[in-house]
């Protein structure tokens, strides 16, 4: 079955910028999502078709591809942000969807 | 306010059934793409399945795939997953959401608070 790659944490100071990567040989088919979820609560939408951002996610948050492996950014990072985050595409077919096992963001 | 509100889960016996629901207001449900996805206890989200939106295309994981049932009812704007044969590995949080867009390419923009199953003897 088709899998995504996110590395399992990532840690940064607060006001630097956090890169959090997810691999998979579909992505340059497919478009890619991010999702942010924090503890106790359900996920929320921060990127969508690969680098889009839904109304009211701040403009710190940014997503981009290259090949098999997109990138979501935050820059500026805040207390707040520290969070899981799950990207999610779609297998070639686009008929199966599959989310990358989550990377911890942890503030320091 | 655009809201969704999951039901039905519980404590079940491994080889059981249930029948989850969740009830979609604030926008016009028949409109839109459905998803199931859940959260085992301190593991990562798996998607589940997806409905269109009158119900003529359906998609599952492999791991439910001839267990579970996705469904819907535009009239009564309710989105519906039936569970069958549980196993353990099916305990988790179930949450539904929204996939806006054509086939959901605008991502699941609209989460509920999701319903816990638990599948034990």
């Known amino acids: 079955s088709y899998e995504l790659t996110q590395p399992p944490s990532v840690s940064v100071s607060p006001g630097q910028t956090a890169r959090i990567t997810c691999s998979g040989d579909?992505?340059?088919?497919?478009?890619a999502y991010w999702y942010q979820q924090k503890p106790g609560q359900a996920p929320v939408l921060v990127i969508y078709k690969d680098s889009e951002r839904p109304s009211g996610i701040p403009e710190r948050f940014s997503g981009s591809s290259s090949g098999t492996t997109v990138t979501l950014t935050i820059s500026g990072v805040q207390a707040e942000d520290e969070a899981d985050y799950y990207c999610?595409?779609?297998?070639?077919?686009?008929?199966?969807?599959?989310f990358g096992g989550g990377t911890k963001l942890t503030v320091l | 306010e655009v809201q969704l509100v999951e039901s039905g889960g519980g404590l079940v016996q491994p080889g059981g059934s249930l029948r989850l629901s969740c009830a979609a207001s604030?926008?016009?449900?028949?409109?839109?793409?459905m998803s199931w996805v859940r959260q085992a206890p301190g593991k990562g989200l798996e998607w589940v399945a997806n409905?269109?939106?009158?119900?003529?295309?359906?998609y599952y994981v492999d791991s439910v795939k001839g267990r579970f049932t996705i469904s819907r009812d535009n009239a009564k704007n309710s989105l519906y997953l039936q569970m069958n044969s549980l196993r353990a590995e099916d305990t988790a949080v179930y949450y539904c959401a929204r996939a806006a867009g054509v086939r959901g390419v605008l991502g699941m923009d609209v989460w509920g608070q999701g319903t816990t199953v638990t599948v034990s003897s």
């Open positions: 409905i269109k939106q009158d119900g003529s295309e359906k």
């Open positions: 604030g926008f016009t449900f028949s409109s839109y793409w």
């Open positions: 999610q595409s779609a297998d070639s077919s686009g008929t199966s969807w599959v």
């Open positions: 579909a992505l340059p088919k497919q478009y």
